[in-house]
């Protein structure tokens, strides 16, 4: 695993725009947060597949978990000093406290869903278990790395479903966008014995 971690170290390396969220983000303090979803997988999949690193990265995601304060009004104050960080940049970066996605969830999307009680289970949500990953930099300038899944399918253009919250149809449309972007992926089917699920993916896009 520590060669893989090294692996992705380097190849998220690549990245500019990527590296400098991860400064920026651990200048804010936030806690326990991570740099998740899209914008890592896909930086992977860009230099496999020698594209750019930013290619078809549509926004840059930042969970943390706050329980302590679940009011919108400190969440937003998260989001306002994300976004005087990020100014100059050219990327939409997305910050949200994950402890309050239970507060909101089901009047957007239909349904209730318990609360998450960390950032790792909000990833852990995600329609592909390629998607499960995050990164946050810490004091000491070292990487930290959630993957419950390992690397292997990131780096070699798997995408597996994630039947945990997910329903089939939003794990096949992401992979549908995602294979119009890099048509070099291998998308696995939908396990036919798993029941449909319920609620969408989790609070975010992911990519």
């Excluded at 890592?40 to 304060?69: A, C, E």
């Excluded at 009011?71 to 997305?94: H, M, N, Q, T």
Aim: overall charge negative; hydrophobic content about 40%.
């Amino acid at each position: 695993m520590d060669t893989q971690l090294t692996a992705l170290r380097t190849t998220l390396s690549h990245n500019d725009v990527l590296l400098k969220i991860l400064e920026r983000t651990a200048a804010l303090t936030l806690p326990h947060w991570y740099l998740t979803a899209g914008c890592l997988f896909q930086t992977v999949w860009n230099v496999v597949t020698n594209r750019p690193p930013t290619h078809g990265i549509k926004d840059y995601d930042v969970f943390y978990f706050d329980d302590t304060d679940l009011s919108w009004k400190a969440e937003d104050i998260a989001i306002r000093a994300g976004r005087e960080a990020f100014s100059d940049l050219s990327a939409d970066v997305e910050i949200r406290n994950e402890a309050r996605v239970h507060l909101w969830y089901e009047q957007k999307f239909g349904v209730p869903r318990p609360p998450h009680d960390s950032v790792e289970s909000a990833i852990d949500s995600f329609a592909s278990t390629t998607c499960c990953l995050g990164v946050r930099l810490e004091a000491d300038g070292r990487w930290r790395v959630y993957a419950p899944h390992g690397l292997a399918d990131v780096f070699n253009l798997v995408v597996r479903p994630n039947p945990v919250l997910a329903p089939r149809e939003v794990y096949e449309a992401k992979a549908e966008r995602w294979r119009q972007e890099w048509p070099e992926l291998r998308v696995l089917e939908w396990p036919a014995h798993r029941r449909e699920g319920l609620v969408p993916s989790t609070s975010r896009k992911n990519g």
